[in-house]
């Protein structure tokens, strides 16, 4: 299975990104797919998931500001990153578990590679 993320890049606070992961090598629906993100001296956190039922959870972080979808024809997963601010500078990894894989890094599986997103002020 490989993971690859792209769409970060540098945009001011209260710009918008949107981030796309791209999935192949295996049956892309019956994972849970994560975003995780980690700034420098930090550990990395999760952002947002989705099941592969469609449950959506966030972090409280980013509620009401980021939107995570997935479109399971393209095999890809989607992070909308709206109103953006300089705390949310990180690289943004995307992931994919199965039913166990909630909050935590080491429950996915697979990673891709990462992508920066710089947010200036």
């Known amino acids: 299975v490989q993971l690859q993320a792209s769409g970060g890049g540098l945009v001011q606070a209260g710009g918008s990104l949107r981030l796309s992961c791209a999935v192949s090598?295996?049956?892309?629906?019956?994972?849970?797919m994560g975003w995780f993100r980690q700034a420098p001296g930090k550990q990395r956190e999760l952002v947002a998931r989705?099941?592969?039922?469609?449950?959506?959870n966030y972090a409280d972080s980013v509620k009401g500001r980021f939107t995570i979808s997935r479109d399971n024809a393209k095999n890809t997963v989607y992070l909308q990153m709206n109103s953006l601010k300089p705390e949310d500078t990180a690289v943004y990894f995307c992931?994919?578990?199965?039913?166990?894989?909630?909050?935590?890094?080491?429950?996915?599986?697979?990673w891709g590679q990462g992508t920066l997103v710089t947010v200036s002020s």
């Open positions: 992931a994919a578990g199965g039913s166990y894989s909630y909050t935590l890094p080491p429950q996915y599986l697979y």
């Open positions: 090598g295996s049956i892309f629906s019956t994972y849970i």
């Open positions: 989705i099941t592969s039922g469609g449950i959506i």
